[in-house]
Each structure stands twice: as C-alpha cells, then as structure tokens.
C-alpha cells in the first residue's frame, strides 16, 4: 500500500487547508487511517484518526473543533480539513494507514505512511 498525501501550503493565520491522502496499490477500505504531524525540532504527534467505516473519528484536543477528518473509501481518500489555523499548527503532516478497522493515537498501530505534505501557518 502506497500512501500520497497533498494539499499543504502557506496560509496566513486564520485560514483554511484541505490535506488529502489516496492510497494505492493492495488497498482496502477496511482500514483506519490517521493524521500524524511533525513541527520543527518536536516529535510527530497524533493529529486525527478515522476508523473504517469512517462513523468514528478522534481528534487531539489541540485540533478539535478546528480540524474534521473524513474519508471516501470509494476513492480510497482520506482528508483532513484545517480551519481556523494557527501559527502552531505548523508542521510536516503524514497520513498513515492502519491494517486494523479501528483508528488508534498510537504510531505503532499504524503500517503504512505517507511522504508528508508541508503546511505553513504565518502569523
């Protein structure tokens, strides 16, 4: 399973990104996908994650009520929309596949991993 994700950008403080992350190769909709992110000097963090069917999703408390994942398994796409952006949301984000049907925080739950796609918030 190969995972591409794309959408980041520069965007000023209060803006909006779409993330977007198509899997291809030995795919199946029955797995959970998750955001991961990486801000300069920090650890990769857990963003959002979705479960397989997509009716069950879980956020950090620092993107919630900010950030909504979804998917579209017809397209084997998951997205992570960004509103209300901050300055610290700035970060390298992975998407990452998990080959179980539930979404987890942990990185280990997670198979497979997108290059990343850089987001820039300025202030």
């Known amino acids: 399973v190969q995972l591409q994700a794309s959408g980041g950008g520069l965007v000023q403080a209060g803006g909006s990104l779409r993330l977007s992350c198509a899997a291809s190769?030995?795919?199946?909709?029955?797995?959970?996908m998750g955001w991961f992110r990486q801000a300069p000097g920090k650890e990769r963090e857990f963003v959002a994650a979705t479960t397989r069917s997509g009716g069950s999703t879980d956020y950090a408390d620092s993107v919630k009520g900010r950030f909504t994942i979804s998917r579209d398994n017809a397209k084997n796409t998951v997205y992570l929309q960004m509103n209300s952006l901050k300055p610290e949301d700035t970060a390298v984000y992975y998407c990452?596949?998990?080959?179980?049907?539930?979404?987890?925080?942990?990185?280990?739950?997670?198979?497979?991993w997108g290059q990343g796609t850089q987001v820039t918030v300025s202030s």
């Open positions: 190769g030995r795919t199946s909709s029955s797995n959970a």
């Open positions: 990452a596949g998990s080959n179980t049907p539930w979404g987890s925080r942990v990185e280990s739950a997670y198979k497979y």
